[in-house]
């Protein structure tokens, strides 16, 4: 267990927190979309929009299989990426996987203003939302930890993930 990655849903902090706990490990932080984004030349809302979310999430697939053989790596993963059960369990072969959670009602008020969401761009995006999330939620409820970020400071949530990180450390140091 090299590297910590966070997945979750959209709005659930895995940037804010990913960047802070990387400090705070002193590993270096890497975003999975600003990675896609960096290696295509496009936004995902480009990306999206262009090629289709099928392509976007080929695109995923393959930044998971190249972080593979990094250590010392916060990952931060785009909202659908810790969703797919082949990422999940890539992601599971050299990292600690926190999932990070929020009610709809709390991520629907952290993202709803956000125009760089393109599965939110429809005529129904809270009903869209509520879909996705109960879509994903079994496969979030497959990371290593768990951890609602609902009414807890940023700082607060990255602190935990350290502490959750070196923790599993430790108790496999100890095996």
């Given at each position: 267990?090299d590297n910590l990655?966070?997945i979750g849903f ?166």
């Amino acid at each position: 267990m090299d590297n910590l990655a966070l997945i979750g849903f959209m709005g659930t902090g895995k940037s804010s927190v990913g960047h802070l706990v990387a400090v705070h490990l002193g590993f270096t932080f890497v975003d999975t979309d600003q990675l896609i984004e960096a290696q295509t030349g496009r936004s995902i809302t480009d990306l999206f929009a262009h090629e289709g979310e099928a392509a976007f999430r080929a695109q995923e697939r393959q930044v998971v299989q190249a972080l593979t053989d990094r250590v010392k790596l916060v990952i931060a993963t785009g909202g659908g990426l810790g969703a797919d059960a082949l990422n999940l369990a890539s992601l599971k072969t050299h990292a600690l996987v926190v999932c990070l959670w929020a009610s709809p009602e709390v991520t629907w008020q952290r993202v709803r203003h956000q125009t760089h969401r393109p599965l939110l761009q429809g005529p129904a995006p809270l009903a869209r939302l509520e879909e996705l999330l109960a879509h994903r939620a079994a496969i979030y409820r497959e990371a290593d930890v768990l951890m609602n970020t609902s009414q807890r400071q940023i700082r607060e949530v990255a602190l935990q993930v350290a502490h959750e990180f070196q923790r599993a450390q430790r108790e496999l140091t100890a095996r």
